[in-house]
C-alpha cells in the first residue's frame, strides 16, 4: 500500500500561531538565506556520429551515412526538486505528505558547518523549509517562521517516512551556441544511371529540422570517393536500395 494512501486524504498545513511563536523563541534565530538564483553546475561535451573512421558500413535508402553531433551544454541548478519516493512528513505543527512525482519549488539556499543546502518548500506555503543538500538528503531540522513574518528559525522535525528518501533535482540544460554546435546528418538518396543523390539535413540544438539549410546533393555515378566539406566517403558500391561505403576523413579533431 502507498504512502499516500496510508495518509489521505492529504494533511492541511496546521499551524497553531501561539504554539509556533512560542517554539520559534526556544530555538532562536536563522538568519544569512540567500534567495534563490540559478547556479551553473558545469559543463559537458556531446560528442556522437554513427560511423567510425576506416569501418566499413552500408546504408539502405534513407537512411544516413553520416550523422554527427558535436557541440558543449552548460548545467544550472533547477527552481524545483521531486521526492525520491512517496512521502509522509511531521515538523514544527506541520504534517503534509507527497507523491514520487510531485514537484516543489526551491526559494533559496543557506550555509551551514560550510555545507550549502537548498531551501525546499515542503508546505508549499512558503513558511516551512527542508534543508536539502547537493546529494539530496534532508537535513535533521527544518526552517520555520510565522505565516506572514519574516524571520525564520530552526526546528527539529519528528518524523520522515521513509527516513532514507531524498530530494531530487533535474537540472536545466542548455547548448553553448556561443562555443558553436554541429548537427546534420548525410542521408543516402539512391543512384540512377548517371547520378548518386544524398541529402543533407541540419538541426538545431533541439533536434529540430533546419529546412532552410537541407541541401540536395548529386554525384556522378561512377564516382568512388565523394566529398561534402570536410568529410570524404569511398563509395565501394552503390545501388536503387543501398550504399556499401568507408569514411575516410572528417576533420574532426576528437578521433
Given at each position: 500500500?502507498?504512502l499516500?494512501?496510508?495518509?489521505?486524504?492529504?494533511?492541511?498545513v496546521s499551524v497553531?500561531?501561539v504554539?509556533?511563536?512560542?517554539?520559534l523563541?526556544?530555538?532562536?534565530c536563522?538568519?544569512?538565506?540567500?534567495?534563490?538564483s540559478?547556479?551553473?553546475?558545469?559543463?559537458?561535451s556531446?560528442?556522437?556520429?554513427?560511423?567510425?573512421?576506416g569501418?566499413?558500413?552500408t546504408?539502405a535508402?534513407?537512411?544516413?551515412?553520416?550523422?554527427v553531433?558535436?557541440?558543449?551544454v552548460?548545467?544550472?541548478s533547477?527552481?524545483?526538486?521531486?521526492?525520491?519516493?512517496?512521502?509522509?512528513?511531521e515538523?514544527?505543527?506541520?504534517?503534509?505528505?507527497?507523491?514520487?512525482?510531485?514537484?516543489?519549488?526551491v526559494?533559496g539556499s543557506?550555509?551551514?558547518d560550510?555545507?550549502n543546502?537548498?531551501?525546499?518548500?515542503?508546505a508549499?506555503?512558503?513558511?516551512?523549509?527542508?534543508?536539502?543538500?547537493?546529494?539530496?538528503?534532508v537535513y535533521?531540522k527544518?526552517?520555520?517562521r510565522?505565516?506572514?513574518?519574516?524571520?525564520?528559525?530552526?526546528?527539529r522535525?519528528?518524523k520522515l517516512?521513509?527516513?532514507?528518501?531524498?530530494?531530487?533535482?533535474?537540472?536545466?540544460?542548455?547548448?553553448?551556441?556561443?562555443?558553436?554546435?554541429?548537427?546534420y546528418?548525410?542521408?543516402?538518396?539512391?543512384i540512377?544511371?548517371?547520378?548518386?543523390?544524398?541529402?543533407?539535413?541540419?538541426?538545431?540544438?533541439?533536434?529540430l529540422?533546419?529546412?532552410?539549410?537541407?541541401?540536395?546533393?548529386?554525384?556522378?555515378?561512377?564516382?568512388?570517393?565523394?566529398?561534402?566539406?570536410?568529410?570524404?566517403?569511398a563509395?565501394?558500391?552503390?545501388t536503387?536500395?543501398?550504399?556499401t561505403?568507408?569514411?575516410?576523413d572528417?576533420?574532426?579533431?576528437?578521433e
Amino acid at each position: 500500500m502507498s504512502l499516500k494512501r496510508l495518509y489521505q486524504p492529504r494533511f492541511p498545513v496546521s499551524v497553531n500561531l501561539v504554539g509556533v511563536f512560542f517554539v520559534l523563541l526556544l530555538v532562536g534565530c536563522a538568519e544569512n538565506i540567500r534567495p534563490y538564483s540559478s547556479q551553473l553546475i558545469g559543463t559537458e561535451s556531446v560528442y556522437t556520429k554513427n560511423y567510425n573512421i576506416g569501418e566499413e558500413r552500408t546504408a539502405a535508402v534513407g537512411e544516413p551515412i553520416v550523422k554527427v553531433k558535436d557541440y558543449s551544454v552548460r548545467k544550472y541548478s533547477s527552481k524545483t526538486m521531486h521526492p525520491s519516493a512517496d512521502f509522509y512528513f511531521e515538523g514544527g505543527l506541520v504534517k503534509t505528505n507527497g507523491s514520487k512525482g510531485d514537484e516543489y519549488s526551491v526559494i533559496g539556499s543557506k550555509d551551514i558547518d560550510g555545507t550549502n543546502y537548498q531551501l525546499l518548500d515542503i508546505a508549499k506555503d512558503t513558511n516551512h523549509l527542508l534543508l536539502i543538500s547537493s546529494s539530496g538528503e534532508v537535513y535533521p531540522k527544518i526552517l520555520g517562521r510565522i505565516p506572514g513574518g519574516s524571520a525564520y528559525t530552526f526546528v527539529r522535525y519528528r518524523k520522515l517516512i521513509p527516513p532514507e528518501m531524498k530530494f531530487i533535482s533535474t537540472p536545466v540544460v542548455t547548448v553553448d551556441t556561443v562555443s558553436g554546435y554541429i548537427n546534420y546528418e548525410l542521408i543516402y538518396s539512391g543512384i540512377d544511371k548517371d547520378s548518386l543523390h544524398l541529402t543533407y539535413r541540419e538541426y538545431t540544438q533541439d533536434n529540430l529540422a533546419r529546412a532552410p539549410f537541407f541541401q540536395n546533393l548529386t554525384y556522378s555515378a561512377s564516382a568512388d570517393m565523394i566529398r561534402f566539406k570536410n568529410t570524404r566517403i569511398a563509395v565501394k558500391h552503390a545501388t536503387s536500395e543501398g550504399i556499401t561505403y568507408t569514411v575516410i576523413d572528417d576533420n574532426l579533431s576528437k578521433e
